[in-house]
């Protein structure tokens, strides 16, 4: 949508979500509020290199929330009702309770608390085959929160961009069987896209009801609804690596979405949640808001049996989420999501953390059924210093996915494994070298298209992390 129209949020079944039309620069001007007021201050903050060693802490008094792991903050506790600010992953997506927290904290006036975290990579990669390529660039996010009590509950500001606009050449970086979105009319394949220069602005609120049970909802002009993991940026199972999933739109691929709306109510070890949100892909221009209706919605429960394991399933319907070709329909794509994240956390000595998901993907109206995704991927971090990190998946991806001719399915799959070194604490900050190696398999079919059936890959790149506190 171009910068300068106007923006209608439309209906969902009769109902008026937002009108009249707003003008452009009004929705501009309020994510900007919302990404200032999250941002700014937690970015303002100046950390010590290395925090002095702390007093044990005192006994808490009585907490509604005992038996809640709300360890790995340096400030008070910034809990949701019942839920500790470490399950916190993206948009309303939860992380287990024994997640170690990669974050710059501070506290402010008027009892706001702050946190910024992010992630960032000066990468240079390669692939090979005849659909091979090569670049050097930057895949690089950064996220400020800002926390507040409000109406007996808490209120949470979120604001996160990207600069891979500008840091990524062409149509996105080197990733072999990735597939998703378009660029220069076309659909993009064998290359990841860049993001969004505003990948979040979003206000949460949740409080309790009685009984254990607690309200949240959320809202945003971009944000994510409820479907799908743990977008993968935002994974401790991916943090040290630079390269996104090929399945990514069979999973999360949602995380950007301009229009969204979830409500869900949630326990000590449970959470349903529902949106309704715009399902449409972001265009290739990726510094405007892609604004439309949000006639598309998901589902999504969470169970959480014990601190180290989080388990979610979810199903959602996007409306005209995907072109084919430029003339043609926009066609809708139901989707279906299942995962399972482990970790385990040994004080600041080891953390492991553990990913597995399935998703499927059918396009409403189209042949050939749906396609599924099988992703597992692992991190193992010792004394916040040396990363070992790996990666397998397998999709069925149709000859619109890879850009192939006919109207086709094939099993392509890939493996990454990969190593970080990260060095001492410098303001607050952890930088690291790392080098991984990665493999991409096609049936013999697409062997005249990608030139052998395995196809190598690797990368080298430097980094730079928030430095990690594990839960205690």
Known sequence: MAATGTVSMGTITGVTLLTPDIEVQYVRAIVAILFTLSAWPALA????????????PQEPAADPHA????AGHDMAHMNHGSSPADREG?????LPDATPMYAIHGEGRSGWSYMTHGNAFLQYLYESGDRGSDQTGSVNWIMGTADHGLGGGRLRLSGMVSFENWSIGGCGYPDLLASGETCDGNAIHDRQHPHDLFMEAAAMWDRPLGGGVNLQLYAA???EPALGPVAFMHRTSAISNPIAPISHHWFDSTHITYGVVTSGLYG????????????????EERTDFDFDKMDSWS????YLPTKGLAFQVSGGRLKDAEQHEPDEPRIDVERWTASATYHYTLEQKIVWATTLGWGRNKEVGEDGG?????????NLTFADRDSIFARLETVRKSSHDLNVEGDGRYQVGKIQVGYNRYFANWAGLKPGIGVAGSAGLVPQSLVPVYGERWNPGGAVYLTLRPAGRSPE
């Not at 589902?299 to 969470?302: E, F, M, P």
């Open 90 to 94: 993206s948009g309303t997506a939860w």
């Open 67 to 70: 038996g809640h792991n709300m």
């Open 221 to 223: 002009p971009v944000g």
């Open 299 to 302: 589902g999504r429960l969470w």
């Open 370 to 378: 749906p396609t599924d995704a099988y992703l597992i991927e692992t």
């Open 268 to 283: 000590n070890k449970w959470k349903l949640e529902a949106s309704a949100f715009n399902g449409r892909e972001p265009d």
């Open 45 to 56: 903050q100046t950390p010590p290199a290395d925090p002095p060693a702390q007093p044990a």
